[in-house]
Structures are given as structure tokens and as C-alpha cells.
């Protein structure tokens, strides 16, 4: 037969249970009921960014593809991209909660504790439609591109998408970062792919343009640190 509890013993942990919420690995609060609604996460609270990464990574992830497909395919598989990006930046305005003053889809992880850096993402009332017009910007270049073939020799074309999306990775990045230095590495990390862009499928002047870019966004970022 099973050993029956106490009375007194069971009062007290009747009370534990009551007193003491258990709500995950995250949360080990001690209070009452009525505290429940205060411990849940809310609309734009931490832990709702799966969208942000998605959008934040996807132009880099599409460029790499097109470096290893054929060529021939590597514009419309660049375009498909640039389209359903710009398909989850308006599902992001169209969504956004005009009245929550916080920050929406937060992603707030820890990245180099030593230094207190946080892969910290999130969007405001500003920054959701400057990424909205990033991806209609982008969609409207690659799709053009593709269209009319504006990107070089044959050799290159596979080169010239993959650049396309790391330098909308980093504007998306420099747009989306809570943290200082991860918008100074996204800001910085935007550079690469603009100089490749600039040096290789320029025009006549593409050298002198590379140079003042390269001088005048640089200088402009290491001020930022100051």
C-alpha cells in the first residue's frame, strides 16, 4: 500500500505548488497566481525573431546557392530569392503592431559575453519600412539584372548574385542590430560586397568611385566607435 501524506505535510506542499510557478527553463519565479499574466511572454517580446533571421540571412544563403548552380540558372534562382524577401517584408509592415511602443520580433542572444556583445536584432516604426525598402530595392536590381542580363561576362554571373546578397545581407543587418558592435560589423561588412560590385561590374570610373566609398564609409564608421 502507498504511504499517505500527513495533513500538515500535504498543506505545506499544497502552498509550495501555489507559491512557487515553474514556467520553463527560463523562468523560476516565486509568486502568486495572479503574477502569471506579467511572467508570459508579450506581443514583440523577446524570443519572436524567427522572421528576422529568416530575412536577415536568406540573401546570403541564396547568394552561396548561386555560386554552385549553373550559371544559367543562377538569375532566377537570385530573382525567386529577391521576390519571396520582399514577400516576408511586407507580411513584416503588415504585421507590425502600431500600438506597441517596444521593439517587435526581438532576437536577443548572447554572442561574446566576455565583451557583453549580444546578437540582438529587433524593429521599430523606422526601421520596419527602411527593410521593406531595402527588399523592394534589391528585388527590383536582381530582378532587372536578370532580366536584361546586366552583369558582366558569363564567368562572372554566379559571382555577381552572391555579391547582390551579401550586400543585402549587411544593409538588412545594419537596419535590424540592437547591439553597437554588431551594426558596426553589418555597416562595415557592407563595404566587401559593394567594392567587388563597384571594381568589377562598374563603369569607366569604377576606380575612383571604389576609392571615395571605400575612404568616406570607413572613416564614417570609425567615428561611430569613437
Known amino acids: ?3 499517505e501524506l ?39 517580446a523577446a524570443g519572436e525573431g ?9 540573401p546570403l544563403a541564396i547568394g552561396v546557392l548561386c555560386l554552385i548552380i549553373p550559371h544559367r540558372a543562377a538569375p532566377w534562382v537570385a530573382t525567386l530569392g529577391a521576390l519571396s524577401r520582399l514577400g516576408l517584408a511586407i507580411a513584416l509592415v503588415v504585421g507590425f ?37 531595402t527588399a523592394l530595392l534589391w528585388a527590383g536590381v536582381i530582378s532587372f539584372s536578370a532580366l536584361r542580363g546586366h552583369h558582366g561576362e558569363r564567368g562572372r554571373r554566379r559571382l555577381f548574385y552572391f555579391l547582390l546578397g551579401l550586400g543585402e545581407t549587411a544593409t538588412l543587418g545594419a537596419f535590424l542590430a540592437q547591439d553597437l558592435l554588431l551594426f558596426v560589423l553589418f555597416f562595415d561588412l557592407m563595404l566587401i560586397p559593394f567594392f567587388f560590385l563597384i571594381g568589377i561590374f562598374g563603369g569607366e570610373n569604377r576606380i575612383a568611385a571604389t576609392t571615395k566609398m571605400i575612404v568616406y564609409t570607413l572613416v564614417g564608421s570609425l567615428l561611430m566607435l569613437v
Open 50 to 58: 524567427p522572421m528576422l533571421n529568416v530575412l536577415l540571412w536568406m
Open 1 to 3: 500500500s502507498r504511504p
Open 6 to 44: 500527513p495533513a500538515a505535510g500535504f498543506a505545506r506542499l499544497t502552498s509550495l505548488c501555489r507559491d512557487t510557478l515553474c514556467l520553463g527553463p527560463e523562468y523560476l519565479v516565486r509568486g502568486s497566481a495572479a503574477d502569471i499574466p506579467n511572467l508570459l511572454p508579450r506581443p514583440g
Open 97 to 133: 503592431d502600431l500600438g506597441v511602443s517596444e521593439l517587435q520580433h526581438v532576437v536577443d542572444e548572447s554572442w561574446i559575453p566576455d565583451l557583453g556583445v549580444r546578437y540582438s536584432l529587433g524593429i521599430d516604426g523606422v526601421s520596419v519600412f527602411l527593410v521593406l525598402l
